[in-house]
């Protein structure tokens, strides 16, 4: 395909809101980075300037991206998964540690986490492998299969640790399930989430107290005619039980004592109005001045630069996993809320282009970037607001970080590249 047909062709709806969203999060890592010392757009030794380095080096990739033949990333899909993984393998030998996570490759300009190309070639593989089915994913065999694609990267990644990262993996089941994966599987995991959170708040007697009284229950009500079993119902339950009664030796010994202290926050196990305000202030310190950084921010916003709190450092990481906030000061409500927008129309988007993809490798690997794209924005704008527990990941196109940036662009245009080549047309 010629140059002038693939710019006549590619969806310029989506690279518009996906340079909006570059733009806007850069102004906000160089509000967030601002010193008068260092106040230069163009100087590069500046995280802002070392994220415009970036964001011209996201915009190299594009043209490489956009220049290779769409069949290209299929025929070599399981070859970058198979590399993806081995970098993986050789950050137990060579990774750098930072942040208390082995989860980068020092490469001397910049340093590489191969985890974020690992979300590219798994979403490639997976696509890959379920359009070679070619049917629903009846079978157990290709369950399994399916499933240990997305599970492989994640085990590797888990002990880093980096449980945050190897959660974006299982978003892609959502692929899975669109493909035709049974809703069962979504209860037992929805189950095991439920067990966990309910083992943690109650304990796991009241969790045996609940089910017994639901066998009694269902025994007392099939009398009355319901057909519902309850010898399996009683061994599900004994199930439940059982992980229940792991819940806590996984959140004790497993468990560092950040990811233990994040989790009782966001639960609020302490029932002590006093002390869970002084558990915020400490362990939830990030989330707490976030949370104070956005309600300062008011409808209106303090205005570009004027951010006090941003200013003054008082929220951690703020230019990373924190850049929500500095939006939330400096622009107020009217700023959020135009992040969110933008977000929402480019998820929208992606799944309009998904779903109008003949090619069922394209149509799968669309729904690939909107998993992790969409789990990558859910936690981080959750997480800084104060509603889910702190995990460390990043809002696509907007935080600091090179590779982040890079590979994120390349996930998205390797999509709108497909679809240039789509062969039924949009309505």
Known sequence: MS??????????????????????????IYSSTFTEEQNSL???????????????????????????????????????YLISILTLLGLFVFGKTIAGATSWYNLGFMNFQPSELAKITTALALAKYLSDIQTDIKRRKDQLYAILIILIPAILIIPQPDPGSALVFFALMFVIFREGLPLFYLGIVCTGILVFIMTLMFGTIWIAIGLTLLIILVYALKRKSFKIPVIPLTLVSITIILLSLSVNFVFTNIFEQRHRDRFSLWLRLEKDPSKLEEIRKNIGY????????????????????????????????????YIFSTVGEEWGFLGTATVILLFSLLFLRLVSLAERQKNGFARMYGYGVISVLFIHYFINIGMVI??????????????????????????????????????????
């Not at 340079?19 to 850069?26: A, M």
């Not at 415009?52 to 220049?67: E, P, Q, R, T």
Request: glycine share 12%; hydrophobic share 45%; proline share 3%.
């Open 3 to 28: 140059g002038r047909s693939i710019l006549k062709r590619i969806d310029w709806l989506t690279v518009l809101i996906y340079l909006s969203l570059v733009l806007i999060g850069w102004s906000n």
């Open 42 to 80: 163009f100087d590069f030794g500046t995280l802002h300037g070392k994220q415009l380095f970036f964001i011209g080096v996201s915009f190299v990739a594009i043209l490489l991206v956009m220049s290779l033949e769409v069949n290209f990333y299929e025929r070599f899909s399981s070859v970058f």
């Open 286 to 321: 990030n989330t707490y001045q976030s949370e104070k950084a956005i309600e300062s921010g008011g409808f209106f916003g303090k205005g570009f630069l004027e951010g006090t709190r941003t200013k003054g450092d008082f929220v951690p990481e703020q230019h990373t996993d």
């Open 386 to 427: 104060g509603v889910l527990p702190t995990i460390g990941i990043p809002l696509p196109f907007f935080s600091y970080g090179g590779s982040g940036l890079l590979f994120f662009t390349i996930l998205l245009f390797i999509f709108l590249k497909m679809d240039t080549n789509r062969l039924k047309e949009s309505i």
